[in-house]
C-alpha cells in the first residue's frame, strides 16, 4: 500500500504542476509527465504486474472522457490490452510527440516468462488544464 501512496502522491504531482500553468514548454518534461500517466494507468488496471493495486475509477481519471466511456465493465481491461494473462512486469520503453506535437505516444514492452516483448502503444493527449491523459491504446 505504501508504493501506491507513493506511485499516487507522484503521479498526482506531476498532474497538478502540469494543471497550474500552460501546458509544458519543455518536451522532456512533458514526455515523462506523459509517461508517468502511462505508467499510472497499468498499475490500477493490470494487477499482475509490481506495484499495481487496481483503481479502475482513479484508471478513468486518468482517460479522455471519451475513451473512460467505453470502460463500461471489468472486461474492458484484458480486451483493450488483448490479453487473457496479464505480463509479469511492464515498461515503457519509448515516448515521443508526433509531427505536430500535440499528442505523445508510449511505447510499452511486457515480460512474460522472463522474455520482453512489445505490447501496447498509447496515445496520451494533453487536454485543458494541462493534464496528459490516454486517449487510446493499440495493441501491437
Request: overall charge negative.
Given at each position: 500500500?505504501?508504493n501506491?501512496?507513493t506511485?499516487?502522491?507522484?503521479v498526482l504531482?506531476?498532474?497538478v504542476?502540469s494543471a497550474c500553468?500552460a501546458?509544458p514548454s519543455?518536451s ?7 509517461a508517468?500517466?502511462v505508467?499510472?494507468?497499468?498499475k490500477f488496471?493490470?494487477?499482475s504486474?509490481?506495484g499495481?493495486?487496481?483503481d479502475?475509477?482513479?484508471a478513468k ?8 466511456a467505453?470502460?463500461?465493465t471489468p472486461m ?5 490490452y ?5 505480463p ?7 515516448v515521443s510527440f508526433?509531427?505536430?506535437?500535440n ?12 522474455g520482453w516483448?512489445?505490447?501496447?502503444k ?8 494541462g493534464?496528459?491523459?490516454?486517449h ?5
Amino acid at each position: 500500500m505504501k508504493n501506491y501512496t507513493t506511485l499516487a502522491i507522484s503521479v498526482l504531482s506531476l498532474i497538478v504542476l502540469s494543471a497550474c500553468g500552460a501546458p509544458p514548454s519543455n518536451s522532456d518534461a512533458a514526455l515523462k509527465e506523459a509517461a508517468a500517466t502511462v505508467d499510472a494507468f497499468m498499475k490500477f488496471t493490470l494487477g499482475s504486474i509490481p506495484g499495481a493495486s487496481i483503481d479502475y475509477d482513479a484508471a478513468k481519471e486518468l482517460m479522455t472522457p471519451d475513451f473512460a466511456a467505453e470502460f463500461t465493465t471489468p472486461m474492458f481491461i484484458p480486451a483493450t490490452y488483448c490479453i487473457q494473462d496479464g505480463p509479469e512486469d511492464v515498461r515503457v520503453t519509448d515516448v515521443s510527440f508526433n509531427e505536430q506535437m500535440n499528442w505523445v505516444e508510449a511505447t510499452v514492452v511486457g515480460a512474460y516468462h522472463g522474455g520482453w516483448r512489445d505490447m501496447w502503444k498509447f496515445t496520451v493527449v494533453l487536454v485543458e488544464g494541462g493534464l496528459w491523459m490516454i486517449h487510446a491504446i493499440e495493441c501491437i
